[in-house]
């Protein structure tokens, strides 16, 4: 193999330093031509449509994974609290786990996974076959059409999974820990009721939920968009839309939570 | 504007590079208003760019593209999707719609761009598939359909708003005998009877001087000759007789440039 200079070293950083920046420069560029350069004149029709596939065909996933995110975490709360005889408190430790932190990260990564990699594959295959060229041929600019309908349909509704995900996730720890275990039913709500706070998890976990939509999705179409337009420049950018969905939303997750209960 | 101007299209000194490898270096080409034009070279010479660049989804390195009087490299985001609405572009591919049928993807255009009654669009869509033979194929999905039969699509969708310029690229790859007869009769038939600009792509010699009104030969980053297909077919100019002869090696390259044949292949010993 071909030994590599230290100068060629030093310039295949820079190359790789300039090339993040420029993908910076253009994905932000991206966003806010898509979000800010005019609806196209069927816009809505073209968000609901989005809204079902990206949010509806996304509910399956989301009840099924939060309905046992919330019996895990009920069972395994029963099994600590115990311990210290507050078996009382599972209904809180559930709802304030799934409200502050869960319901809003799992669906992201739950959302990156199942419709960020689909959004990306399709606008990634739409620009293979010429599709988005096509579409820019006869007048009609791609990023109205194809890309703003996407993004706003992740935006609006990635939150309100989330909260699917967090209703469904305490109504399964509730069937657990009331059915099953045995826990009485009147301190496992009362105690949830009084404990948790409106302002301070439900809206929290809101805020994390649409911060974690906004980026999973704008990933998602951007990979798409900016991929190279060839079978294995799909697999690569599908493949990077859920490893830095991923990553980006667990990060955003520890300075959010570092913001919003952080005392300092 | 556009009426006095005898040209359509007119590239003024135009450079492209890819990386920095040069596709074109200042190189002026002019498409006469009404006339069909045939841009032919060797595979390879940046035929298809050069429509990328006519069609500015491409901005050239340096030059100017004129459109209708226009020069598209300094228009804006949207001025230059309205500019669009004037040309169509017939892509290698057929690139249609995948999740429309034959019927949505040619009625696409008129929906988006017109306000026209349903049943206007529905005999718009009709007379169009009409055109390319492909009526009875109205509810077919894309997938359904051979690569030669996309391209027809494609091409009723492409002549859908009447565009006053039309690009083909490479149409005549992929069709049957009868299909490639169709298609040349229709674009001269479209040239003679609407007056549309046609710029055909192409390294199908026959076909192309048999529509051609005049031919741009362009290979080695250059316009390596011009004129009516007969000035080309007697051009003394050895480029342009070697490719109009099909002539495999000559004074331009059949091979991509490299390093010595036989350097390479003794290099790894």
Not at chain 2, 85 to 98: D, P
Not at chain 2, 166 to 180: C, H, N, R
């Given at each position: 193999m071909r030994k590599t200079s230290v100068l060629e070293r030093v310039r295949l950083f820079g190359r790789a330093g300039i090339d993040v920046v420029a993908t910076l420069g253009r994905s932000t560029l991206f966003l806010l031509r898509a979000l800010f350069g005019g609806g196209s004149r069927n816009g809505f029709q073209l968000l609901v449509k989005q809204l079902y596939s990206v949010g509806v065909m996304s509910l399956a996933i989301i009840v099924v994974s939060g309905l046992f995110i919330g019996m895990v975490l009920s069972l395994q709360g029963f099994s600590i609290l115990t311990k210290y005889g507050s078996e009382q408190a599972v209904g809180q430790m559930v709802a304030l786990t799934l409200l502050r932190e869960l319901g809003p990260v799992v669906t992201a990564l739950l959302f990156a996974g199942r419709a960020g990699s689909a959004l990306t594959a399709e606008i990634g295959n739409m620009k293979s076959t010429e599709q988005l060229s096509s579409l820019a041929m006869i007048g009609v600019d791609p990023l109205k059409y194809i890309v703003a309908p996407r993004l706003w349909a992740g935006f609006i509704s990635m939150p309100l999974l989330a909260m699917i995900f967090s209703v469904v996730g305490i109504w399964g720890g509730a069937m657990v820990a009331i059915d099953w275990l045995g826990v009485y039913e009147g301190s496992f709500w009362a105690n949830m009721q009084s404990s948790v706070s409106f302002r301070e998890d439900v809206l929290n976990g809101v805020i994390k939920s649409v911060v974690f939509a906004f980026v999973v999705t704008w990933i998602a179409v951007f990979q798409g968009y900016d991929c190279e337009p060839t079978s294995e420049g799909i697999s690569k950018a599908t493949t990077r839309t859920v490893v830095y969905a991923s990553l980006a939303v667990l990060g955003l997750d520890f300075i959010l939570t570092a913001l919003m209960f952080g005392d300092f | 504007m556009s009426a006095e101007n005898p040209y359509a299209v007119e590239l003024k000194s135009l450079s492209f590079k890819r990386g920095e490898r040069d596709i074109f270096t200042n190189i002026d080409i002019r498409i006469p208003r009404g006339k069909v034009v045939g841009i032919m070279g060797p595979s390879g010479c940046g035929k298809t760019t050069l429509l990328r660049l006519i069609a500015a989804e491409l901005r050239p390195s340096a030059g100017e593209v004129w459109v209708n009087g226009v020069n598209l490299p300094?228009?804006?985001?949207?001025?230059?999707?309205?500019?669009?609405?004037?040309?169509?572009?017939?892509?290698?591919?057929?690139?249609?719609?995948?999740?429309?049928?034959?019927?949505?993807?040619v009625a696409f255009p008129l929906r988006v761009h017109t306000q026209l009654p349903e049943e206007m669009i529905r005999d718009i869509v009709l007379m169009k598939l009409q055109a390319v033979g492909l009526r009875g194929a109205l509810e077919l999905m894309p997938d359904e359909l051979s690569g030669g039969m996309k391209r027809r699509v494609a091409l009723a969708r492409a002549i859908a708003l009447d565009p006053?310029?039309?690009?083909?690229?490479?149409?005549?790859?992929?069709?049957?005998?009868?299909?490639?007869?169709?298609?040349?009769?229709?674009?001269?038939?479209?040239s003679d009877a609407l007056g549309i600009t046609s710029i055909v792509v192409s390294h199908d010699l026959a076909e192309t001087a048999s529509i051609a009104d005049y031919i741009y030969v362009v290979g080695d980053t250059q316009v390596l000759g011009q004129g009516t297909p007969d000035e080309l077919k007697a051009s003394e100019d050895p480029r342009v007789r070697q490719f109009m002869q099909g002539i495999p090696d000559g004074p331009v390259p059949f091979h991509f440039p490299a390093a010595n044949y036989r350097d390479d292949l003794l290099g790894g010993r």
């Open positions: - | 300094t228009l804006s985001r949207s001025e230059l999707f309205d500019m669009r609405k004037q040309m169509g572009v017939l892509f290698q591919s057929g690139a249609l719609f995948t999740d429309l049928d034959v019927f949505e993807n006053q310029i039309l690009m083909y690229d490479e149409p005549f790859v992929g069709q049957d005998p009868i299909a490639m007869g169709v298609l040349v009769r229709l674009i001269r038939l479209l």
